[in-house]
């Protein structure tokens, strides 16, 4: 029988090491888009691309200080704000599901963080009275709202009968 000569690896320590690292950015990127880190970066940029409506139903959801709200898919607005990243569906809910259920959306935290800053609150410009502000968006934004929660205690306000 013929020797044979061992088989070359083609894999080693250095390919290793490449793909560990090309890994670790992939998935800080994917964490970074998740968690709205590159939109929470570059809002100054992305505010003025928002329409006025887009703008003013982020700034309810700041001024009520929910940031996760509950409303049908089939709404352009937020379509809108999804497609822009403002909004992201819950993982794992599937486009069907979301064309005929009420699906919650979640602004992403480090852009809620950013909008709540000093900073991010001057987006909002030309509104002195917030009370007033609030009071005029959530008679605007109320029919197209489901539930409202806050992230942090779990409890969903409902919409009046």
């Not at 793909?19 to 939109?39: F, M, N, P, S």
């Not at 959530?138 to 489901?146: M, S, V, Y």
């Amino acid at each position: 029988m013929a020797q044979t000569k061992p088989r070359k690896s083609l894999w080693d320590a250095s390919k290793r090491v490449a793909y560990e690292d090309q890994h670790k950015q992939a998935h800080d990127a994917l964490v970074d888009q998740r968690e709205g880190r590159d939109l929470a970066e570059t809002l100054d940029a992305q505010w003025p691309l928002l329409t006025e409506e887009e703008a003013a139903f982020v700034e309810f959801l700041v001024l009520t200080e929910r940031r996760i709200v509950m409303t049908p898919d089939a709404d352009p607005l937020i379509n809108g704000l999804v497609k822009r990243g403002f909004l992201k569906p819950p993982p794992g809910v599937g486009a069907l599901f979301q064309r005929y259920n009420q699906t919650t959306y979640t602004v992403p935290i480090a852009l809620w963080n950013a909008l709540n800053t000093p900073d991010g609150r001057r987006l909002f410009s030309g509104h002195n009275n917030t009370q007033a502000r609030h009071a005029e968006l959530k008679e605007r934004f109320a029919d197209r709202i489901g539930a409202m929660m806050h992230n942090e205690t779990g409890f969903v306000e409902l919409p009046p009968l």
